[in-house]
């Protein structure tokens, strides 16, 4: 296997660790945020996109209806992200729109049924500015892990 490195070739920096229920899944799904492969271990992914790096492990009793971690990724044009990532999720028919506002509980039940029959699901708030002066949405994975993708509001 190779060896992950920092864009910059430094080493002071944090790497999101995130636990995944299915680790094929997972790089699956991460492919669709554009993210590649870097190195693969037993349950074990290092996945990097330009200097990001996002660090991914297996774990057999996880369970992804609960949100199990949370990471931010500051982009250039949060709202082309979205719109590339719903038009993917859709076509792939696993996409579970959620209103900005959250998950009320029919949606969390309806959440919960798909999950437990096994239906593919990837959870997308809607995009919105945010009083704190970012663009942003979430998007849960299907191990339960929120990837919040933003940018600052200009003006």
């Not at 070739?9 to 870097?38: E, K, N």
């Not at 029919?106 to 029959?117: D, Y």
Request: one cysteine or more.
């Amino acid at each position: 296997m190779g060896t992950a490195t920092s864009g910059s070739g430094g080493t002071d920096r944090i790497i999101p660790v995130l636990t995944v229920s299915d680790i094929d899944d997972a790089a699956g799904f991460y492919a669709r945020l554009a993210f590649d492969v870097v190195d693969r271990y037993d349950g074990y992914l290092i996945l990097g996109k330009g200097d990001l790096e996002l660090h991914l492990s297996e774990w057999d009793g996880h369970d992804p209806t609960r949100n199990a971690g949370t990471t931010y990724l500051r982009v250039p044009d949060a709202q082309t992200v979205y719109d590339d990532l719903r038009e993917q999720l859709e076509r792939d028919g696993c996409l579970y729109p959620v209103p900005a506002s959250g998950l009320t509980p029919e949606l969390t039940a309806g959440l919960r049924a798909r999950v437990e029959a096994g239906v593919p699901t990837v959870r997308l708030h809607e995009i919105e500015d945010k009083p704190w002066g970012l663009r942003e949405f979430a998007v849960i994975d299907p191990s339960g892990n929120a990837i919040h993708v933003g940018h600052p509001v200009v003006g």
